[in-house]
């Protein structure tokens, strides 16, 4: 199952570069697998779309719009973002989210990062009651193209009628790629 699912990510995050993507990112843990792309549409407009597996708790989808404003050493954005999951043992619910993200420079090749989406019940499925994805990242660029970093996630989808569900929460690694 892990092995098809990281072929259908790589082929995901290839195939995106066709797309005019600016920015292919991988990153993982003991258990979750993620790759992504983002590509600006428009001078203060990006799209993103990213595929994450997890080995106990199945697969997840998301695709996001969000304004983009940079500001000196300061990048924000805010936007929404359309989260499905197929759930290994459970319901297989959907959301769409409200958050943003906050990127700051601190130094030449240093960046801090942070992103949080939430959805109440009246922006998902029937099946839940609300659901959250939180972030927050220290990149280093190694080259102006290329990015490594070490974050914290957590996302979790809390049910109506099921025990809550922690997709991931945890440490994770990582790379970016800019193009």
Do not use: C
């Amino acid at each position: 199952m892990f092995k098809r699912s990281l072929l259908v990510a790589s082929l995901f995050a290839v195939s995106s570069t066709a797309a005019l993507a600016s920015s292919i990112k991988f990153d993982l843990n003991n258990d979750v697998f993620e790759t992504g792309f983002a590509t600006e549409i428009a001078p203060g407009a990006e799209m993103s779309a990213n595929y994450m597996y997890s080995r106990p708790e199945g697969d997840l989808a998301d695709f996001g719009i969000k304004a983009t404003h940079q500001q000196d050493i300061h990048k924000f954005a805010i936007g929404a973002k359309f989260t499905k999951l197929w759930a290994n043992h459970r319901a297989n619910p959907h959301a769409f989210a409200i958050g943003g993200d906050y990127t700051i420079a601190i130094a030449q090749n240093l960046k801090v990062s942070g992103s949080a989406y939430y959805a109440p019940s009246v922006l998902t499925s029937s099946e839940l009651n609300r659901y959250y994805d939180l972030d927050a990242k220290i990149a280093y660029s190694i080259m102006p193209q290329a990015d490594v970093y070490l974050g914290y996630r957590a996302i979790q989808f809390r049910y109506t009628n099921e025990p809550d569900l922690d997709f991931t929460k945890g440490l994770y690694i990582g790379a970016a790629f800019n193009f």
